[in-house]
């Protein structure tokens, strides 16, 4: 059973920066499919950074340069380090893993979701 758990969300100022983890559980590895997605209030979901099935690292236009993505895979932990955060990424943040379609992890989603963490950002 794939169990995706995060951690580190928060409030902070604007220009401020945060570190989000996620734990990872009964999934094979963290090589690809698995990536950071998020969802403001009245907004659809959209990926924000995530590794696809090739490995390929993909970052969404509005973080590029500012948010890293990371694993640590002695830990089985999948990071993502956001910096001169704005009031625009305020969100609720889900690790998610596994490809609904491989190639297009980003846009298409995943089959395993964590439960999600608050990220608020005020200017």
């Known amino acids: 059973q794939v169990q995706l758990v995060e951690s580190g969300g928060g409030s902070v100022q604007a220009g401020g920066s945060l570190r989000l983890s996620c734990a990872a559980s009964g999934y094979p590895d963290l090589r690809n499919c698995v990536g950071w997605f998020r969802q403001a209030p009245g907004k659809e979901r959209e990926g924000v950074a995530g590794f696809d099935i090739d490995g390929t690292t993909t970052y969404a236009d509005s973080v590029k340069g500012r948010f890293t993505i990371s694993k640590d895979n002695a830990k089985n932990t999948l990071n993502l380090q956001m910096n001169s955060l704005k009031p625009e990424d305020t969100a609720i943040y889900y690790c998610?893993?596994?490809?609904?379609?491989?190639?297009?992890?980003?846009?298409?989603?995943?089959?395993?979701w964590g439960q999600g963490t608050q990220v608020t950002v005020s200017s």
């Open positions: 998610a893993a596994g490809c609904v379609v491989p190639g297009l992890f980003m846009r298409r989603g995943a089959f395993y």
